[in-house]
């Protein structure tokens, strides 16, 4: 008799699974509109809405990033079920964070915006990473990957890793004078790519060594 | 030298008061149509109930300043609450949350350098001889925001002359009190401990220079830079530092704190200028704290007519 693995087993936990992350992701956003709305925020509301749905697009590429690796590492399959959700809730904060800036703090100035793109070059850069989210998010259906193909498909969403890096560079190139945040995000983001390299490397000596 | 009185700014360039609705009121009316949020209700109701109430309401200047703005005095609960003190940590609530246990008295000040008089020289005694009075200035943060603020001080010429500098004495440099075990930020090497600061001679005899004590008639917060701090209003706020313990007249152009941490993006002078922007993002317009739109940042942060004079003929691209 085979005993499902701990992991894959059906069932009201499996069930709610996904709900219950869902609704986790919301938490961000919401907690943001409550001290917005009950007055929490400093005294510079603005600020605060622009660096905490910055810091949690951060947050969210990081956690999607991380969800092959533990798959393959720990053999934890159920996470598969919520990478696309939680790559659309990185799409998510990332807007909200993007339109902070277009329509909070410019106020759609747009001759201010486009003069703001190439000389400042941490908005040239998050301005990139945005831009790289929106055909993943766009192309995150099913029918896009039966439409493109497997391979395609993947080779395309593979621009998350590009804009990961911009996110990055993006919150490094804002700092003052502490980039101890930054760089802890830098970290973590070499550790989830070069995991992915390595397991690149290794496969391909692998396939060598066979034939 | 001859220093004007204000007109302060033309009347046409202030953002005339039905133009800009309250920020709080403003943000919550958009996010609640922007999101279409079902709280929309409560929202509507904390922004009923958040009218102003504080100091600020009561307050009136004793004695007014020939320079004072008469624009809107940011609230005393902001003032104290956002605040850019590395010291205390890195974000704006940090110096708030963390300088409690920060010991603003008793306090003693060291008067150094090419001066008549130097030596280490008691808060009280240093202050003793002047009348402090209010001065209402604009306060522009080099990373865009502003605030204007009612501080309580006496002007700095008055207290640099009683010392009698000598014609040695080309600058004047400042230093912030290094306490780490009451200063948790200067713990970790995010600036160079202790922050220090520096002005030409003939800036810090400028009658808008000011060596602050209180905001809003009463003596400063540790958050605000307790017990003694500089004010000088037509420069970046990093230029006027905070818990001064040291006063040194010098010869020679000293470095300071944000210079050395980097020089490309910090000079010596620091002016408010719209027209030369931070490498990494621009000068030109700034949010006044308690506003949605950003407005227009003036020259000299306002203050042309008080301080032009002492730069003319410098490159101020190069002398940012």
Redesign the interface.
């Given at each position: 008799m085979t005993v499902p693995p701990p992991g894959n087993s059906p069932g009201l936990a499996h069930r709610l699974f996904k709900p219950a992350v869902f609704l986790l992701c919301l938490i961000p956003a919401g907690a943001l509109?409550w001290n917005?709305?009950?007055?929490n925020l400093?005294?510079?509301?603005?600020?605060d809405i622009t660096e905490e749905t910055g810091t949690w697009t951060l947050r969210f590429v990081m956690i999607t990033l991380a969800v092959t690796p533990l798959r393959k590492a720990f053999g934890w399959n159920r996470l598969g079920r919520i990478r696309r959700m939680l790559g659309l809730f990185t799409f998510m904060y990332a807007t909200l964070h993007f339109f902070t800036y277009v329509?909070?703090?410019?106020?759609f100035d747009i001759e201010?915006i486009l003069?703001?793109i190439p000389?400042?070059?941490?908005i040239l850069a998050g301005f990139t990473a945005f831009v790289l989210f929106i055909p993943l998010a766009v192309t995150s259906t099913a029918g896009w990957v039966r439409r493109l193909g497997g391979k395609r498909w993947r080779f395309l969403h593979r621009a998350v890793y590009i804009s990961a890096i911009a996110g990055v560079v993006h919150y490094l190139?804002?700092v003052?004078?502490?980039i101890r945040r930054p760089v802890t995000y830098g970290v973590i983001l070499a550790i989830l790519l070069g995991y992915r390299l390595v397991d690149v490397l290794r496969n391909r000596n692998v396939r060598r060594s066979r034939g | 030298m001859l220093i004007r009185r204000p007109h302060d700014i033309p009347s046409s360039e202030i953002t005339p008061e039905d133009s800009y609705l309250n920020?709080?009121e403003f943000?919550?009316k958009?996010?609640a149509l922007?999101?279409g949020?079902a709280?929309a209700g409560?929202?509507l109701t904390?922004a009923a109930t958040?009218t102003a109430g504080g100091p600020q309401d009561k307050w009136r200047p004793k004695s007014p300043g020939p320079y004072d703005t008469d624009e809107e005095l940011?609230p005393y609960?902001?003032i104290t609450?956002?605040n850019n003190f590395?010291e205390f940590g890195?974000d704006?609530?940090d110096p708030a949350a963390n300088s409690g246990s920060f010991k603003p008295s008793p306090w003693k000040v060291e008067v150094a350098g090419e001066a008549k008089k130097t030596g280490l020289i008691d808060l009280e005694d240093l202050l003793k001889p002047h009348t402090p009075v209010d001065r209402i200035y604009r306060h522009r943060c080099v990373?865009g925001?502003s605030m204007v603020i009612p501080w309580l001080g006496i002007p700095l010429a008055d207290v640099l002359n009683r010392f009698g500098p000598t014609s040695k004495a080309r600058y004047v440099h400042f230093t912030t009190v290094l306490r780490p075990e009451e200063m948790p930020g200067q713990k970790?090497s995010?600036?160079a401990w202790p922050y220090v600061e520096g002005l030409r001679m003939d800036e810090a005899m400028n009658p808008l220079t000011l060596l602050a004590t209180g905001i809003y008639g009463k003596s400063l917060l540790n958050q605000n830079g307790a017990p003694l701090r500089l004010v000088v209003p037509w420069k970046y706020g990093f230029k006027s530092i905070k818990s001064i313990v040291k006063i040194n007249f010098i010869g020679t152009q000293p470095k300071t704190t944000w210079e050395l941490?980097?020089p490309g993006e910090y000079g010596f002078y620091s002016n408010v200028n719209p027209e030369v922007?931070h490498p990494?993002?621009?000068q030109a317009?700034e949010?006044r704290?308690?506003e949605?739109?950003?407005r227009k940042t003036l020259m000299f942060n306002g203050y042309g007519e008080q301080v032009a004079s002492m730069y003319s003929g410098m490159d101020l691209r190069k002398n940012f």
């Open positions: 509109a917005l709305f009950t007055d400093s005294a510079n509301p603005i600020k329509w909070l703090d410019q106020f201010s003069a703001d000389k400042r070059p941490f190139w804002l003052k004078a502490d | 920020r709080r943000i919550r958009t996010a922007g999101a949020m709280i409560a929202g904390a958040a940011t609960t902001d609450s956002y590395y890195i704006k609530g990373e925001w970790r995010v600036l941490s980097a922007d990494r993002w621009s317009r949010r704290i308690g949605f739109f950003k």
